[in-house]
Every structure is written in C-alpha cells, then in structure tokens.
C-alpha cells in the first residue's frame, strides 16, 4: 500500500483533522499524483455534513485535484513521470454500459465511483485530494496544460466542468439570455463560460454587493432576487437559468422569469426537494432540468477550452488548517469565488 496523509472528517459530527492513512498499490494503469492543490466545493461540505446521504468514515473530501505525475504503471500510455495531470469527482465507473461508452462515465447506469465517499472496485473507500496524493488509472485523470495558473486552474475540475457541460448540452451561446442563479463557486465558473460562448449574461444574487464583482468577470446585468421590483421587472426574459444555489430556494418564483420554451437547469443540490406546481411549467411550456458534472472526454475539452482561451477560476489561496474557517466563510458567501487549498502547507 501507500501512504499517504491528508485531513478528514472522522465522522459527520467532527471537524476535519489531520489524518494518515495508505492508498492501494499502483496497477499497471494507475498513475500517482502528487497533489498541488485542490479546490473546496461545497459538495465537499454537504458530504462530511451527511446532507445528502449517510457518508462513509473517516471521510477525505477533495475532488478539484490538480499536480504533478510521479510514478507510472507498466502499461501507461497517457502520461509520462513529471506530467501536470488533474483528477475530478470521479475514479472510475464500469466502462460498458451505454453512457459509459459515449463518454457520459458520469451516469454510468451502475454508478460512478466517486473521488471520494465511495467505494472502488477493489471493495475498498476511497480518498480524496485534501491530501498528498492519489492514486487514479489513467483513463480518470485529465491532461492539464502549463500555460494557466495552476492553483487556478484545481476548480476547473469540477466547478468549471458542471457548468460547461449544460451550457454546451443546451447550446447556449449568441442570441440567448442566460441567467445564472447564486454567485458562488460554480455561477462564477457559468457566468465566464456563458459570456465566452456568445449569451447576454445576467446574474441573479442574493448579494447586493456582487454587483461590481459580476460585471468585472463579464456579466452583463446584475440582479438583486430579494428586490420585488427588479424581479417584476426581469418576467419572461431568459432562454435558460443555470441554478447553482447549494440551499432551499423558490423554484416557481425564478421559473416565472423564464421566456416562453424556456429551460431551469439545476446543477446546485440543495438537501430539500423543490416544490414545483404544474401551473408554474404549463404556462409558458417551461422545463426544470438537472445536469450532473460531466464525462473525461467533455473534462477533456472544458480543460482545453479553457487554456485556449484563458479562463480559470477566480481563487482564494488558502493554508489547510484553515478548512473549518473556510467552510464557514463560504456558509456566508464570503468568497471570491473559491477557495483552493494549497497542499504545500499539509
Ligand atoms: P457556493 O460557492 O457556496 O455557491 C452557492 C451560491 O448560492 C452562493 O454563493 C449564493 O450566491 C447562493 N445561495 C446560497 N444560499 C442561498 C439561498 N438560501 N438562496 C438563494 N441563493 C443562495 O457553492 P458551489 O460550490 O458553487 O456549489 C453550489 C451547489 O452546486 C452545491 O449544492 C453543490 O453541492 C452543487 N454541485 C453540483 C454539482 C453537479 O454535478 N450538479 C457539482 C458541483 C457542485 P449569491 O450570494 O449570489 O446569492
Ligand atoms: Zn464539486
Ligand atoms: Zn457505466
């Protein structure tokens, strides 16, 4: 096996602590990451907090990985010892069923495995990357390119990924009027790709002081939801919503925004179910659709979207004692627009 250290959750009721436990050994496909840095997406939050389903302990969470290539299997092909490479939310999946075979490993009809809060198929959990290193096969970890800011680039992995896989699902682009619901970690990601791809991009925030931040990265208006007359005003104006909000909110009250044909896509996953009545969809023939992060080759094509045209995440670079405070500060919406943790002060 090999070791390995890194912080986890010993339970959901427990604060993350430094913690050493061992990876499985290499096989012939498996690359070692030495990890940089890893990206804290409130995913992580709601999984060491059980808000989505009983966890599996200790927990490492950590699924925005990025590093470096340190030692190879016999039968790598994809990387060479020293490589940038990138893992995101998942290690595997079972390769033969029909989404896995388009490349959609994310709804892999037996279920993916999961970077971390999940089982491998050796039966054993796995970790994730608020720690030194992992273990991944190859054809689950990502090429990254050394143009982009490395630290910068960790949130791609997941934040950057859930959001351009919809956007591109649904053709979002000139012509379109896009709004992204909640500023965080995942609409900063939307808003950058929804502008890049051609869309008249208009924030919706419960934070009055976004305003200057969201027009800086790109957005062409800005909206506060709490203001009556702002969202009286904004009715029937958006081909799509792109609803990253990560707790309970009013589906029927922003589905009355949306044009006529219009699309709802939730890629947030607050713990409560939405509560839809069949008026708010039938006038206006509206849909409320879901998206789930993305498959390798879509990663693939984000990560190099994004090194052709220079996006990364707008980041806070911070020391892993700090997690707890971190998780806080995001709790609040006191961040601009991920925290990324640098691995270097494990
Ligand atoms: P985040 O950085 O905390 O951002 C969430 C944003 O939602 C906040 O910045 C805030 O924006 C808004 N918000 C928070 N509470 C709200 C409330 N009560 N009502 C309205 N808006 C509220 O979180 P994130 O990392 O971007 O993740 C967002 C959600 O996506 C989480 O639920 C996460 O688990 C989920 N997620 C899903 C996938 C997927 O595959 N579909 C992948 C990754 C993450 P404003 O201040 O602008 O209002
Ligand atoms: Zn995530
Ligand atoms: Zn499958």
Redesign the pocket.
Known sequence: MIPSKGYAAQSAEKDLAPWSFERRNMGPHDVEIAIQYCGV???DL?QIKNEWFPGIFPMVPGHEIVGNIIRIGNHVKKFKNGDLAGVG?MVDSCRTCENCQEGLEQYCLKGNIGTYNSKGKDGLPTYGGYSNNIVVHEDFALHISDKLSLSAVAPLL??GI?TFSPLRHWKVGKGHKLAVL??????HMAVKFGVSFGAEVT?L???PD?EKAAKALGAHHFIV?KDAEQMKAAKGSFNFILD??????DLPLYLSLLKTNGVHIC????TEPHTIPAFALLGGRKSVA????GGIPETQEMLDYCAAHNIVSDIELIDIKDITASYER?IN?D?R??FVIDMGTL
């Not at 909640?182 to 609409?187: D, H, R, T």
């Not at 990253?244 to 909110?249: C, D, E, G, L, R």
């Not at 890629?267 to 607050?270: L, Q, T, W």
């Open positions: 997406c409130h995913s709601h939310c997941c934040a859930t909640g500023l965080g970690g995942l609409g924030v925030s419960t934070s976004k939801t990253t909000v990560s707790a309970k909110h890629v947030g996953a607050p879901g998206s789930g992060i995001m919406g961040v627009y991920r």
